[in-house]
């Protein structure tokens, strides 16, 4: 594996829309190919990407429990369906992890799905991972091994104490990550201070803003791939300034 990048933050801060700009500054710089993993169960980074989705893991794990064909083994299935759910892009492939588990128990399947998904893993030099809003994933330890944590914040004072509770957290667990960055997004200017928790969890060379965007907020209204932005918009510039910046470290 190169470079593991995963994202986490609130909801509703950015993240899936900055995360697809990550993946378009990745196949333009040659970093490909890219498996992109979708881990949030409202599934739209495929909204940012332009791409359609078929079938989301979860779809598999619940066939698991009950629609295995006779004749076919439960590896043997889920491997065929996560064949099926996996969306080929320009330079990128996407996997989808879909809703939370239902009732019952989902433990075969979820191991089948982690073996798996650690196979497909070794086929891609870049691995980007659009976590779901809150520390779920960090908690379940879904991913051990980060080049890059990026925790995503809009300018509110909730959005930046769940950064904040998220990086905790991390500190806490048998995660290794190799560096952090703080992106705070939709910022119409940078303040003349943060809040002081903020700056006992980041030091203030990893607190990044990103501009509130008007055309990114129309791209969204009218249901464009926002990764489609022209490389000439604000945020795209500011973005990939950022990606170079802390990109280069892992290089």
């Known amino acids: 594996?190169?470079?593991?990048?995963?994202?986490?933050?609130?909801?509703?801060?950015?993240?899936?829309?900055?995360?697809?700009?990550?993946?378009?500054?990745?196949?333009?710089?040659?970093?490909?190919?890219?498996?992109?993993?979708?881990?949030?169960?409202?599934?739209?980074?495929?909204?940012?990407?332009?791409?359609?989705?078929?079938?989301?893991?979860?779809?598999?794990?619940e066939m698991m429990k009950k629609d295995v064909p006779s004749g076919m083994t439960k590896d043997v299935f889920m491997e065929m369906k996560m064949e099926q759910a996996l969306v080929e892009g320009d330079g990128f492939d996407l996997i989808a992890m879909g809703r939370p588990e239902g009732a019952g128990c989902y433990c075969a399947a979820n191991n089948l799905l982690s073996s798996l998904i650690d196979r497909l893993m070794k086929n891609y030099d870049y691995l980007v991972v659009d976590n779901e809003a809150g520390m779920e994933h960090f908690s379940r330890l879904t991913q051990k091994d980060v080049d890059l944590l990026l925790l995503v914040s809009d300018p509110s004072r909730r959005g930046l104490t769940a950064a904040c509770r998220i990086m905790?957290?991390?500190?806490?667990?048998?995660?290794?990550?190799?560096?952090?960055?703080?992106?705070?997004?939709?910022?119409?200017?940078?303040?003349?201070?943060?809040?002081?928790?903020?700056?006992?969890?980041?030091?203030?060379?990893?607190?990044?803003i990103l501009p509130a965007d008007p055309l990114l907020a129309q791209f969204d209204m009218e249901g464009k791939p926002t990764s489609m932005l022209p490389a000439d918009a604000p945020i795209v510039k500011a973005a990939d300034a950022l990606f170079t910046r802390l990109l280069a470290k892992d290089k």
Do not use: C, H
């Open 168 to 208: 905790d957290l991390v500190k806490s667990l048998p995660i290794r990550v190799n560096q952090t960055a703080l992106v705070v997004n939709q910022l119409q200017a940078e303040p003349t201070s943060w809040p002081q928790d903020v700056l006992d969890t980041f030091s203030k060379d990893q607190i990044t």
């Open 1 to 61: 594996m190169g470079i593991t990048v995963a994202f986490g933050g609130k909801g509703g801060t950015g993240k899936t829309t900055i995360a697809g700009l990550l993946i378009r500054y990745m196949i333009k710089n040659g970093m490909k190919p890219v498996l992109a993993i979708d881990a949030d169960a409202n599934s739209n980074l495929n909204d940012v990407l332009g791409v359609k989705l078929e079938e989301t893991l979860s779809d598999a794990r």
